[in-house]
């Protein structure tokens, strides 16, 4: 489940099986060099979409990752990848469209710099958010202007070493849970409050006003690398996290 070839080709059994969230590593530095290749896959709306990107490596990463995401999913329901349509909701989280006969698969998408994740599942809401650390942003300002007081008393209290690797951390397992939700921006970020800890399992504190909704998702980290912070939210607590970019790695979420 790491990507890190352009003439990547999906294995003959690409099964999901129910409980499973599969969670795909692309290394575009090393995939969206077959930019020609990729565009064959895309939809005519895609490919214009790409080509409004103003920079040669966004578009290519773009085009990598959506034409990646397609050839996933049309080996998990044994389908032509370029025959797959979209729908989107009211936010702008993007699903399959019923008319492919496979809506309950579902998934989400994620890229920063030169990495990009692809969740997948069956039957559950998700979604998943990597960000590439970078010392330029404000973190202290955004902390206070978006976190929640819990959240901005948790990241307080660490070392003043790692600031901003610290706020990415808080910041993707936050936008997971939003991605997750397809709230977008209509869900306050303050709404709810994420354990910043590098221990706990379920990384969701509490949500308001539901306090209940809590209860019925759970998120954790992903380990990417040097340089990045990810997180994976999902509904339910009975998933087991199945990925492979530094030996087999499988997490549970169960407690």
Known sequence: MHISDANFE????MIMPDGEVHLWRLDLDKVAVAESRWRTV??????TRADRFKFARDRQNFTATRALLRILLGSYLTRNPQQLSF???????????????????????????ARALIAIARGRPLGVDIEQIRENVDCESLTRRYFSR?????????EAS?????????WTRKESYLKARGAGLA?????????VSLAEKNLLLATRPD??????????????????????????????????????????TRR
Do not use: M
């Open 87 to 113: 729908t989107y909701g009211q936010n702008g989280k993007p699903s399959l469209d019923p008319s492919n006969g496979a809506a309950e698969v579902q998934f989400n998408v994620s890229h920063s710099g």
């Open 162 to 170: 790692e600031p901003c690797k610290a706020f990415f951390r808080c």
């Open 187 to 195: 869900l306050p970020l303050h709404a709810f409050d994420v354990s």
């Open 10 to 13: 999906p294995g003959s059994e």
């Open 211 to 252: 306090a209940g909704e809590a209860a019925l998702w759970s998120i954790c980290a992903i380990e990417v690398g040097e340089g990045y912070e990810a997180a994976l939210c999902c509904k339910g607590r009975d998933w087991v996290l199945k990925s492979r970019w530094t030996g087999d790695f499988t997490q549970s």
């Open 150 to 158: 819990c959240e901005q008393d948790a990241l307080s209290a660490l």
């Open 42 to 47: 895309l939809s005519q709306d895609e490919i």
